[in-house]
Each structure stands twice: as C-alpha cells, then as structure tokens.
C-alpha cells in the first residue's frame, strides 16, 4: 500500500506511555501519524516511529490551551490526507491534597484532562460526523469511578470525560463515527513520577504494562466497541465501585495515594 493511500491517525501523548504505544500500534495497522505531546521528547519519539512506508510528524504544542490544539489541528489538517482516528490520550495529573495544591497546578489538570480534550474532540469530531466516519478513542480511566483522596482533581476530570465519551457515544449513534473509551488502572508510564506521586503506595506499587493498555484500547477502537477496561483487576476494582459506600471508596483510595503511604 502506497504512503498516500493510508490514513492519519492523530495521537496525543504519545511521547511516552499509553501513548506512543497507541501511536506504534497505529502505525503497524495502516495508519500515518501527526503525534503530539508538550514536551521535546515528541521528537525522539518520532525518531522511535519512523520507518519506511510510515509517514510520522510529531507536533509539539501544550493541548491543556486553545492555541496548542489548533497547532496540532492545523498540522493535520495540512497534511493533504483524510484523518481515520482521534486518539485523545493526552492527560495530566497531580497528587497531594486539594487544598494544598497550588491553583496553577489543579488548573492545568482541568485545562489538559478536560477543556483541551473536548476542544480537541469539537474540532476533529465534526469532520467525521460531517462525511460520516471516523474513529475516536479517548483515554478515560478507571479513576473516574472513584473518589480520589489526594487525586481529587485528577479523578474529577476522569469522571467528566468516562461519562462525556458515553454521552457523544449516544448523540453518534445513528453515524458511522465511533467513540470508544479506554479506562484503564494504574499503568507503568511516567504519569507517577510526574503527578508527584511518587512517595505514595500507587507509585511505587507493580502496575499493568502500558503496550498491554494500549492493545486493549486499540483493538476496542477498531472493532468500534464502546467502553473497555483494561486488565480483570481493573473490572473487579470498577465493579465494586457500584456497590460500596462512596465514604469507603475515598478511604481506600486514601491509602494508596496519601503522601507518605509507600512506606507505610
């Protein structure tokens, strides 16, 4: 297959973790690729992706402001070629108490995990719904089914996009755009490190393999399923979530992510 006939794939997050895995799995299954993270590593990540019969453009550009998701749109766009998928996996996250966070900081996990997102989404989802097709998978979590002492903004913001992603599943319905939300749990990737999680029992616990995750979302992105959990703890985690008190959930949470609870 000639590089022109494939379509793009647009990957965001993709310097590392869920999603340059994503993006390596999209480029094995047919698809050029505009990846996008706000940091440089986007560029050794391209070097990563490359090959022959692949066509890859990495964008660096911070996607929690207006002006970062139109650089990454406006990349795509002017590539000449059809957009198939939306991989939004971009996310930020931050630990420690609410009240103890700085506003900046909890503001730029709202700005990135939702507001970001959803302009993202807007932009791209019209043209799908416009020619009727297309691919969407946002990276959600199984955080959003939790209450997240010591990650309250964090797992807000999971909450809004699990049940955004059911909600313009529905509106789509009788189109040949999919939406599919990928909710993984904790995963081996730098999110601990960055989200200052780091002195906690979650970040420094075993987690899933992140080109497992990826396998899990993508293959539910092709197949044009809805929601996916990664891994049967995961979906045991997320069961019980339905039956607990929600004042037990934030205490168990507690005791994962509370600051000094990795030594505890």
Known sequence: MGTQARELAIVTGASTGIGFELAKLAADNGFDLIICADEPEIMVAKSKLSRPGVFVEAVEADLSTKEGVDKLCDAAEGAGREIGALIANAGRGAGKAFLDQEPAVWRKVVDTNITGTLYLIHRIGRKFRDRNSGRILITGSIAGFLPGAFQAVYNGTKAFIDSFADAIRNELKDTKVTVTCLMPGATETEFFERADLM???????????????AKVGFDAMMAGEGDVISGWKNKLQVAM????????????????????SASS
């Open 241 to 260: 979530s339905h039956v607990l008190p929600s004042g037990m959930l934030a205490e168990q949470h507690r005791k994962q992510t509370e600051p000094g």
């Open 199 to 213: 002195d906690t029992k979650i970040g420094t616990m075993k987690k899933d393999d992140a080109g497992f995750v």
